[in-house]
């Protein structure tokens, strides 16, 4: 049974439209995650969480925003996607180890 | 802040021979763990090693790694690399809890088999 979960597995987004992406995990951890993946950069940290209700700047937040509603449920918000963010976004649950949800690939058009 | 080298960007190496995937680090905070990440192609990242030992070798699924404080490294090594080993793997540390357990990942290093 999969702990970390994401939706919609693959996307595809005009620019300036808004883009929701959700991460659900069953694994009872109080930290979540969201990175970018692209070729050449590896993952790098958008934004995190410890607990619901809040969320913290990671290392490349600009055009993206977070929503932590409960402690299973994080999302991930382009209010304007462009074309730079076109990647593959990565969810993650932690009690130190971190374990990744499936991804989700995301086209900006 | 905390930052994590892999000097290779691809390594090549034939079945059955050694391989060696090099991950050096600087921090400036209480690193609490040191991992090896793997991803194979369309999946997620998932642990393939963890230490928190200085000179203890660590091991899993025929890898094996050693942190060695002293020269701020943790390479990740195995004897006979097999076609199925092919992935892209990441070296990371991880502060601790109050810091957030955010990870710093290396740029990692495609390992690619050949028969």
């Known amino acids: 049974e999969a702990a970390v979960t994401q939706s919609p597995r693959s996307k595809v987004a005009v620019t300036g439209g808004k883009v929701t992406l959700s991460c659900h995990q069953t694994?009872?951890?109080?930290?979540m995650y969201w990175y970018r993946q692209d070729t050449g950069h590896g993952l790098r940290l958008i934004h995190y969480?410890?607990?619901?209700?809040?969320?913290e700047k990671g290392d490349i937040p600009d055009g993206y925003k977070a929503s932590r509603p409960s402690q299973e449920n994080f999302s991930l918000i382009l209010e304007l996607a462009s074309l730079s963010q076109t990647a593959v976004y990565f969810c993650?649950?932690?009690?130190?180890?971190?374990?990744f949800g499936p991804g989700t690939r995301l086209t900006v058009l | 802040g905390d930052s994590v080298t892999q000097t290779e960007g691809l390594v090549t190496v034939t079945e059955g021979l050694p391989v060696k995937l090099n991950c050096t680090y600087q921090?400036?905070?209480?690193?609490?763990?040191f991992f090896w990440y793997v991803q194979y192609l369309n999946e997620a990242p998932q642990v393939l090693l963890r230490s928190s030992t200085d000179n203890k070798r660590t091991e899993h699924q025929g890898f094996h790694a050693t942190l060695h404080k002293s020269s701020s490294s943790f390479h990740l090594q195995k004897s006979s690399a097999q076609l199925s080993d092919s992935a892209l793997y990441y070296c990371a540390l991880s502060p601790s809890r109050n810091m957030g357990y955010k990870l710093t990942f290396g740029t990692g290093t495609s390992l690619l088999v050949d028969p």
């Open positions: 993650a649950s932690s009690d130190l180890e971190q374990y």
């Open positions: 921090t400036t905070y209480l690193t609490i763990a």
């Open positions: 694994n009872n951890h109080d930290y």
């Open positions: 969480s410890y607990v619901a209700d809040s969320t």
